[in-house]
């Protein structure tokens, strides 16, 4: 893959696509978490301990070589995908809690995303090959991460005009880019796509179904009701598979780290969509207030 285009296109499109993330974010919906911690925690708790206790035990389990390993955990370590907003809104979620934990998670994963990937390489990463991700590049995917979040808000808040005019043509870049990105690694990797794809489909699968699964269940086993629950499922098994890949090329440095995260982008679609589905014919919605109002 050219280093032009990993050096300089790819972290800008990402950039540009973060930003559009934080469009849709104000301070309110940090602040919204006061008022109603108990389901934001626990998404939080499922997103952050659970789900990546769960991809390092798929890691040992299904014996995933150490580059796909990091590559999982890496996936794992990604917040939620902006997309998770619209299968919320589709599938009846709470798409207030939806924004709530967009806003806290693009802060979190900006520290947590670092150490986990470093766990990783540590643990994982044998036989001399080396995977490096030194302080500098933690500030790097602090950066990748914060800085256009911000820019974004900051548009919202003083250009509101601007912000409606860039809303959908930046959701549709951000699909095209994932598409491309996701082709991008595939022919980058295509001498050892199939040996990939026998190796991690299984494992981005499962822990898809999984991540799907356990957002809803733990949820509503704690007592939060179902459109709570409904969000934080899509929340936490909508990952951000294209900042995941990016971080992937950009700071490891590694086509064969991206993979995980190019596989999963092709299974989460369709098994949120069949998930939602089934909820909505087994676990039919009753009518209940809502987190609280958008605006």
Do not use: W
Not at 39 to 55: K, N, P, S
Not at 124 to 153: E, R
Not at 257 to 263: C, E, F, G, N
Request: aromatic share 8%; glycine share 6%; net charge positive.
């Amino acid at each position: 893959m050219d280093s032009g285009f990993i050096t300089i296109l790819l972290p800008l499109a990402l950039a540009i696509i973060m930003m559009g993330l934080g469009l849709e974010l104000t301070p309110r919906d940090f602040s919204r978490v006061t008022r109603h911690p108990k389901a934001v925690l626990i998404a939080l708790f499922c997103q952050l301990i659970i789900l990546v206790g769960i991809a390092f035990a798929l890691c040992k389990l299904l014996a995933l070589p150490p580059l796909l390993s990091v590559g999982l955990m890496l996936l794992a370590a990604s917040p939620g995908g902006a997309t998770a907003n619209l299968f919320s809104y589709l599938f009846k979620g709470d798409l207030a809690l939806n924004i709530t934990l967009t806003a806290i998670n693009s802060v979190i994963a900006a520290i947590t995303l670092p150490l986990i990937i470093n766990f990783s390489i540590l643990h994982f990463m044998q036989d001399g090959q080396q995977v490096g991700l030194q302080f500098g590049k933690i500030l790097q995917v602090f950066a990748i991460i914060l800085i256009p979040v911000g820019i974004g808000m900051l548009i919202r808040h003083y250009a509101p005009g601007v912000t409606a005019k860039l809303n959908r043509p930046l959701r549709i870049f951000a699909i095209t880019f994932l598409v491309l990105i996701i082709v991008a690694t595939i022919v980058k990797e295509r001498a050892n796509i199939s040996e990939y794809l026998t190796q991690v489909g299984l494992a981005t699968a499962l822990f898809c179904i999984l991540s799907l699964g356990i957002g809803y269940l733990v949820p509503r086993l704690l007592n939060i009701n179902s459109a709570q629950a409904r969000a934080s499922a899509f929340e936490i098994g909508i990952h951000n598979s294209t900042l995941a890949m990016t971080i992937a090329l950009t700071v490891i440095g590694s086509s064969a780290v991206a993979m995980p995260a190019a596989v999963y982008s092709i299974f989460m679609y369709i098994f949120a969509a069949i998930f939602g589905t089934l909820l909505n014919r087994l676990a039919p919605l009753q009518v209940q207030k809502p987190l609280t109002n958008l605006d």
